[in-house]
Structure formats: structure tokens, C-alpha cells
């Protein structure tokens, strides 16, 4: 999932209007909490039952 990273890690280097937001969760999302990585971004690898998902939020500082 580096791919993932390294593509918003380029865009905010192109973009520097823009930075990543820590993702915080309320109790409606508890299965994603234990997802959730220091940086705040969201990871979840590859198994047996689905694909692996890549979430950040990035929002523009005027």
C-alpha cells in the first residue's frame, strides 16, 4: 500500500495549499479504529475476504 503514500506524499509536495488531516472517528465507526494510524490515515491490507482500502483526508488551507 506504499503506492497509496507515496501518490498523496507527491501531490501535497506539488500542492502545498493542501495538507493531510488526522482522521477521527466516533463510536458509529468502531471497526475502523483499530485501522487507524498514527499519521491518521486509515489502512486496511489485502486478505482473503476483500481488497485493501487506502483513506485520507486532505483539505485545503486558505
Same mark, same amino acid.
Given at each position: 500500500?506504499?503506492? !497509496?503514500? !507515496?501518490?498523496?506524499? $507527491? @501531490? /501535497? *509536495?506539488?500542492?502545498? $495549499? @493542501? *495538507?493531510?488531516?488526522? +482522521?477521527? /472517528? !466516533? ?7 483499530? @485501522? /487507524? %494510524?498514527?499519521?491518521?490515515?486509515? *489502512?486496511?491490507? %489485502? !486478505? ?5 482500502? @487506502? +483513506?485520507? *483526508? +486532505?483539505?485545503?488551507?486558505?
Amino acid at each position: 500500500m506504499d503506492e !497509496n503514500e !507515496n501518490i498523496i506524499k $507527491e @501531490f /501535497l *509536495k506539488k500542492n502545498k $495549499e @493542501f *495538507k493531510i488531516k488526522k +482522521i477521527k /472517528l !466516533n463510536n458509529n465507526y468502531k471497526f475502523f479504529k483499530k @485501522f /487507524l %494510524q498514527e499519521d491518521g490515515c486509515i *489502512k486496511i491490507y %489485502q !486478505n482473503k475476504n476483500t481488497d485493501g482500502f @487506502f +483513506i485520507t *483526508k +486532505i483539505v485545503k488551507e486558505c
